[in-house]
């Protein structure tokens, strides 16, 4: 488990929510490992606080499937193999495809939002990866995405997502080379701006599923290198 230090400080009394939402933060991060252990009362401990909030955190995460609760055994970070990295790419090209029909029928004020606040993620990620920030690159690139689907306006597509987006930190952040492709990175992300802007409702829905195509390709790629070289 990580060492105390590492983890977060909360303040005041903490809540489940909170617990559960710092604690997904962390383990996207990569501060927990894949395969590792969660402890409920040494966790509780650390955050000086008692184990129910903390056990009902563990729960919440189990049941968006970023922990695995093991009979007998224990809790832990859940462990991606190659088929779950398919699997979370072709929910997300679903996903998205059906935000970017919704967007386009929700008319041109929904998707000047969205194309303001998506202009906005991709300004940053550029700076980012001018310096190389790989944590910072993983957190805008599902910034970008996850606006993207919040720009349609619905509740549960936008819950669906979170988890998806969580995950696909996961898979990146846990990678050796997490971004093979940096330098068409931002041009990317601008393509499919560019395209929901315009309206072109049959190219939009092609560049998202080359866009998780390509991902999916990069890191399973990266994976069995890994595999070959471990």
Not at 162 to 172: G, K, N, V, W, Y
Request: with cysteine; charged share 25%.
């Amino acid at each position: 488990m990580a060492a105390p230090g590492a983890l977060f400080a909360l303040e005041g009394r903490p809540t489940a929510q909170l617990i559960a939402d710092q604690l997904r933060e962390q383990i996207v991060q990569g501060m927990f490992r894949p395969g590792e252990q969660i402890n409920e009362s040494v966790l509780a401990s650390q955050l000086s606080t008692s184990r129910g909030p903390v056990r009902e955190a563990l729960q919440r995460l189990c049941q968006e499937g970023i922990l695995i609760s093991r009979r007998n055994r224990g809790v832990f970070v859940l462990e991606l193999a190659t088929d779950d990295i398919r699997e979370i790419y072709a929910v997300r090209e679903a996903v998205e495809s059906t935000a970017a029909d919704a967007l386009l029928d929700a008319g041109q004020e929904q998707v000047k939002d969205t194309c303001q606040a998506l202009e906005a993620t991709i300004s940053d990620m550029a700076k980012q990866v001018a310096v190389s920030d790989w944590q910072a690159i993983a957190r805008l690139d599902m910034q970008f995405h996850t606006s993207f689907v919040a720009g349609a306006g619905n509740t549960r597509l936008i819950r669906i997502y979170e988890t998806l987006a969580a995950e696909s930190r996961m898979c990146i952040l846990n990678l050796a080379v997490a971004y093979p492709r940096i330098d068409v990175l931002v041009q990317e992300h601008q393509n499919l701006l560019d395209l929901l802007e315009a309206g072109d409702r049959e190219e939009l829905h092609k560049a998202i599923k080359r866009h998780m195509e390509k991902a999916v390709e990069d890191l399973t790629a990266t994976r069995e290198e890994t595999d070959v070289t471990v």
